[in-house]
């Protein structure tokens, strides 16, 4: 089975930013929705950082070695190992619930230095 490949067209109302103009009125520290979201990961860390549930929920994104990823990367254009860890942040990211046994698959290709030791690092400061 094949399948035709995505299509992206520009939207001429929104200019491809996604909100109208009384969304794109409204601004936090200088920025509105659609020029956050243009953020890294890094970046958004430091931009959110009076904001602890949302800094918190970045970091945990960028202590797992994608602080490179715009907020909004769209899905399809992540690479599998990408998607693999955004879904490992997403489980990192919530409250812990006491006790829950995690099982990491080994990646069946060498990674670059510095990005398992990041992973690692992050699952073991895990509750307890
Ligand atoms: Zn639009």
Do not use: W
């Not at 979201?37 to 994608?66: N, Y």
């Not at 769209?74 to 990211?93: D, N, Y």
Request: proline share 7%; net charge positive.
């Amino acid at each position: 089975m094949s399948f035709l490949p995505d299509v992206y067209i520009h939207c001429e109302v929104c200019e491809g930013r996604r909100f109208n103009q009384e969304t794109l009125d409204i601004t936090y520290k200088g920025k509105n929705i659609s020029e956050v979201l243009e953020l890294t990961f890094d970046e958004a860390t430091k931009f959110f950082s009076a904001v602890p549930s949302i800094r918190r929920a970045v970091q945990v994104v960028c202590d797992i070695g994608l602080g490179y990823l715009c907020l909004a990367q769209p899905s399809p254009s992540l690479s599998g190992g990408e998607a693999q860890r955004i879904k490992l942040a997403e489980e990192l990211a919530k409250p812990s619930r006491g006790r829950t046994l995690y099982i990491l698959d080994e990646p069946t290709y060498r990674p670059p230095p510095g990005r398992c030791s990041k992973a690692r690092k992050s699952a073991s400061g895990l509750g307890g």
